[in-house]
C-alpha cells in the first residue's frame, strides 16, 4: 500500500525525473556540440553540416525545384555584383594611392623607340643581307658567375656596305623577309 500512494514527495520526484527526461534531447545536442568542438574537424564540420540541414519535407514539385533553383541563382548573382563593386572601389583606391609607374622598359628601348645592338658581321654572302652576331654577356642573378651568349640577326643592308669582319650597329624594324627584322644603321669598324 505505501508503494501505490502517490505522496508529494513521490509527484515532485516523478515530475523532476519527467523533466530531466524531457531536457536530455537538448542537452544531448550541447554536449554533441561540446564533442564536435573537442573533435577532429572532420566530426565538427560533420556537426555543422547536421546543424544547417532542412527537416526532410518529402518529394518535390518540378515548379517547387525550379522556383528554389531561381531563387537561389537570383542570391548568388546579388553576392557576385556586391563583390564586384567592392574590388573596383578597392581597386580604384590603390590605383589613386600608388604613384603612377611607368612600366618596366629595357633602358635602350622605351614604348616607339625601336631596340638598336652592335655585333659583329659573320657573313656577307647574301645579297642585300648580312647576319651579326650579337655577343651579350651578363651576370648570374644568384651565383654571379658571368654568362656568355650570342644571338645571330639576319640584316638588311641595301647597299652591300658591310663585309664580313665588320662591327655594325643595327636598328629593329619591319619584317622584311621571313628571317629579317633588322636594318643596318652604320658600320663603326671595318675588319682589317
Not at 35 to 58: C, H, I, L, Q, V
Not at 67 to 86: I, L, V
Amino acid at each position: 500500500m505505501a508503494e501505490s500512494e502517490e505522496t508529494t514527495e513521490n509527484v515532485e520526484e516523478v515530475t523532476s525525473t519527467e523533466a530531466t527526461a524531457e531536457a536530455t534531447p537538448s542537452e544531448e545536442t550541447t554536449t554533441a556540440a561540446a564533442a564536435a568542438d573537442a573533435g577532429t574537424r572532420k566530426e565538427r564540420n560533420a556537426a555543422a553540416r547536421a546543424a544547417k540541414a532542412k527537416p526532410a519535407s518529402g518529394p518535390r514539385t518540378l515548379e517547387e525545384r525550379l522556383e528554389e533553383r531561381a531563387a537561389h541563382k537570383a542570391r548568388n548573382a546579388r553576392q557576385r555584383t556586391a563583390y564586384r563593386a567592392k574590388q573596383k572601389v578597392k581597386r580604384a583606391e590603390a590605383r589613386t594611392a600608388a604613384p603612377a609607374v611607368d612600366e618596366q622598359q629595357a633602358p635602350e628601348h622605351g614604348p616607339g623607340k625601336p631596340k638598336v645592338r652592335q655585333g659583329v658581321v659573320v657573313s656577307d654572302k647574301a645579297d642585300k643581307t648580312i647576319v651579326v652576331r650579337v655577343d651579350v654577356a651578363r651576370r648570374h642573378r644568384r651565383y654571379h658567375k658571368i654568362l656568355r651568349s650570342s644571338v645571330t640577326l639576319h640584316v638588311h643592308d641595301e647597299s652591300n656596305d658591310a663585309h664580313a669582319g665588320d662591327t655594325v650597329r643595327v636598328q629593329e624594324c619591319r619584317p622584311m623577309s621571313r628571317t629579317k627584322r633588322w636594318r643596318l644603321l652604320d658600320v663603326l669598324e671595318r675588319a682589317r
